[in-house]
């Protein structure tokens, strides 16, 4: 499978815990994004990447969150101390170019559950 | 500000039927308009784009149209199929305040029923 793809699948975490997601992009594509995607909603910028720099962060994003992309290729996302409002799915996204018209290929994401 | 408002929330049709789904910017710098269908327990997909030289795009069944003055575009399906059911979210990008982003719609769920 050639796609976008998110280990693991599903998180169930208690509260206070810290949680790490990986997101493998499709290998030729330099920009890699996080969203994030509660029930009902659509899904909601927290950060992307261009290469291996993260240009931009959500202002609403918690100090708690954290994203890296070394290399330039997978990108991991942290959460510290979860909160039951983390509890969402997690959806990383790739694409190739240097602007916002290309298209996005999402992966399956994490669904997370902070108890 | 950065919004894209989605209307409806949820539609429901007989198969054969048209759809329509609205969306709306307030980012007059927007250039790009995609939609993307997910379907239950699945990943969004791109079905249809425009970009903001062009007024309508059609793909088979179905189209986008774009309104820049009035900061709108709207998804059209035609002869809808029970298939077409799904979760339909337009997206278009921000730059307000140097600070760039795509962001997406709340979502209209579509369904069609046979």
């Known amino acids: 499978d050639t796609g976008v793809s998110q280990d693991p699948r599903h998180k169930i975490t208690k509260r206070g815990q810290n949680v790490t997601f990986r997101c493998d992009p499709i290998?030729?594509?330099?920009?890699l994004y996080w969203y994030r995607q509660t029930l009902g909603q659509g899904p909601e910028f927290l950060t992307y990447f261009q290469n291996e720099a993260q240009l931009e962060k959500s202002r609403l994003l918690s100090d708690r969150f954290s994203a890296e992309r070394p290399k330039g290729s997978f990108s991991t996302l942290e959460i510290q101390r979860t909160e039951q409002g983390d509890s969402a799915m997690y959806l990383c996204?790739?694409?190739?170019?240097?602007?916002?018209?290309?298209?996005?290929?999402f992966g399956s994401g994490t669904q997370l559950s902070v108890l | 500000g950065e919004n894209v408002e989605q209307h409806p929330s949820t539609l429901s049709v007989q198969e054969g039927d048209s759809a329509v789904i609205k969306c709306t910017y307030s980012d007059s710098a927007s250039n790009y308009f995609p939609w993307y269908k997910q379907e239950l327990g699945k990943r969004p997909q791109l079905i249809i784009d425009?970009?903001?030289?062009?007024g309508e795009k059609k793909d088979q069944r179905i189209a986008v149209t774009l309104n820049k003055t009035a900061k709108h575009f709207s998804l059209h399906i035609t002869e809808t199929q029970p298939e077409d059911s799904a979760v339909y979210f337009c997206?278009?990008?921000?730059?307000?305040?140097?600070?760039?982003?795509?962001?997406f719609g709340a979502g209209t769920r579509l369904a069609v029923h046979p």
């Open positions: 290998s030729e594509h330099n920009r």
């Open positions: 996204a790739s694409s190739q170019g240097e602007s916002f018209t290309e298209k996005l290929f």
């Open positions: 425009i970009r903001s030289n062009v």
């Open positions: 997206a278009a990008p921000s730059f307000s305040g140097g600070y760039n982003k795509l962001i």
